[in-house]
């Protein structure tokens, strides 16, 4: 039996960020990983590369500070290997994720993730929350022209679930992210990080939460 509210049947969501707390583990990776390549990073260019993804990340950082003995290829395989390892042993979900799954699951909601983290670090994340049995779809930018914030991941999860953009709403944790949505056709939700929260940048966002727990039956029905 459907239990869809109103005309919304599908949820996506960001991954890092939006339901695992590893926006850290991104930082300390690369910056590992790079310094050693003599690569000098700074506070100031590490923001603007924390929504890139990986290989767009290595590319950034290569252009600026070229190296040798390590290929790109390699390089940013060390930056995902450091990251993968993190992630086992200190990741822990952002709050409220069980809640929010349950919430869609017992609707009856096809449920997606589309994240601009390589797809090999996908299952390293589901499994370590123990979320995997969630999804119905899960797709990473890796596999598309070009990732977060053009809107290609979410396209592609929307034609694998079947689903409509009309239809559907996303979780966000970036600008980007919500551009990326937004693009393709999805109403988003965006939780900030709470140091950045009253940015106006995330206005563009349908609706603005500080945490996940936070979303309810009432927020459904905001977004119908």
Request: net charge negative.
């Amino acid at each position: 039996m459907k239990t869809f509210i109103g005309n919304i049947n599908t949820v996506i969501f960001d991954m890092d960020g939006t339901l695992i707390d590893s926006e850290p583990f991104w930082a300390l990776a690369e910056k590992s990983v790079f310094s050693a390549l003599g690569v000098v990073i700074t506070d100031v260019l590490a923001r603007q590369t924390a929504v890139m993804t990986t290989d767009e990340v290595t590319k950034f950082w290569f252009a600026r500070s070229p190296w040798e003995g390590k290929d790109l290829q390699q390089v940013e395989s060390d930056v995902i290997s450091n990251v993968s390892e993190l992630i086992g042993e200190y990741g822990t979900a952002m709050k409220g994720v069980q809640e929010i799954l349950s919430f869609f699951k017992q609707r009856n909601f096809n449920i997606g993730l589309a994240t601009n983290a390589p797809e090999c670090l996908i299952p390293a994340v589901l499994d370590k929350l123990n979320i995997t049995d969630y999804f119905d779809c899960v797709c990473s930018s890796e596999n598309e022209i070009a990732g977060k914030p053009e809107p290609h991941v979410y396209n592609t999860v929307l034609r694998k679930l079947g689903a409509s953009a009309n239809n559907s709403i996303a979780f966000e944790d970036s600008v980007s992210g919500v551009i990326a949505a937004q693009s393709a056709g999805l109403k988003t939700v965006v939780i900030p990080p709470l140091s950045d929260y009253d940015n106006p940048k995330f206005d563009k966002a349908e609706l603005k939460l500080k945490s996940l727990i936070e979303f309810s039956e009432s927020e459904l029905q905001k977004l119908n």
